[in-house]
């Protein structure tokens, strides 16, 4: 079966803590894409990578990195930096060049 | 800027009549939008698209009509069925998939 997975569902961070979530893809996609979700707002792109070993900005880059070495795989890391990290985080993937993004099912993080 | 705006927080409709929902955008360089339903702790679903260069596309029970002089879209749900609750996403894109732009949501509940 053909999907994105995301993990882990639930994701607890101590303040000074960074914390990587993971997003894997078998869809043979060569776009990445990390979002955010904060409640009663849409979605807002924090990285998103074309192509293995490129990555870009998207509009709330701060305090978040990512690295993209492999097709499959987009790990995001929440540094310390950010000071407000709590929300859904969203992975997607697409082909290049495609319109339609393809959705994973979340990672919650809270802050203890 | 809210690029792309969902107004109606929230939506009620009665099993078996249609659903309506709105979404509006600003930024005239848009020329693809996307439909995403979204259950509670999962990612979006990717529902139905359409081109700027069509008015409407047609899926089973899920149409999207497309205003480009008003720069308005508009999915229609018929009939609604009760697992057709959800939040639903408006976005949009530029052509490619590297930034598609989302609205705030609306809640649809189909009732009994």
């Keep these: 079966d053909g999907g994105i997975t995301q993990s882990p569902k639930y994701l607890f961070r101590k303040e000074g803590q960074n914390v990587t979530l993971s997003c894997e893809q078998n869809l043979?996609?060569?776009?990445?894409y990390w979002?955010?979700?904060?409640?009663?707002?849409?979605?807002?792109?924090i990285y998103y990578s074309q192509i293995v070993n490129d990555?870009?900005?998207?509009?709330?880059?701060?305090?978040?990195?990512?690295?993209?070495?492999?097709?499959e795989s987009f790990p995001l890391t929440v540094t310390s930096a950010q000071k407000n990290p709590t929300a859904f985080y969203l992975c997607a993937s697409s082909i290049w060049g495609g319109e339609t993004q393809y959705f994973g099912p979340g990672?919650?993080?809270?802050?203890? | 800027d809210q690029q792309v705006k969902q107004n109606s927080p929230s939506l009620s409709v009665?099993?078996?009549r249609i659903s309506i929902l709105n979404c509006d955008y600003t930024n005239s360089m848009f020329d693809y939008?996307?439909?995403y339903k979204k259950y509670p702790a999962e990612g979006p679903t990717f529902l139905i698209s359409i081109s700027s260069i069509k008015d409407k596309n047609e899926d089973g029970?899920?149409?999207?009509?497309?205003?480009?002089?008003?720069?308005?879209?508009?999915?229609?749900?018929v009939p609604s069925q009760p697992g057709d609750s959800a939040v639903y996403f408006c976005a949009a894109n530029t052509g490619?998939?590297?930034?598609?732009t989302f609205g705030t949501g609306t809640r649809l509940q189909v009732t009994l």
């Design chain 2, 96 to 100: 490619t998939a590297s930034k598609l």
């Design chain 1, 55 to 71: 990555f870009q900005k998207g509009d709330i880059a701060e305090g978040y990195s990512v690295s993209r070495e492999k097709k």
């Design chain 1, 28 to 32: 043979n996609h060569d776009a990445m």
């Design chain 1, 107 to 112: 990672t919650r993080l809270l802050v203890l």
């Design chain 2, 33 to 35: 939008f996307l439909w």
């Design chain 2, 14 to 16: 009665q099993e078996g």
């Design chain 2, 61 to 77: 029970r899920f149409t999207v009509f497309l205003n480009k002089s008003a720069k308005h879209l508009s999915l229609h749900i």
């Design chain 1, 35 to 45: 979002y955010r979700q904060d409640p009663g707002q849409g979605l807002r792109l």
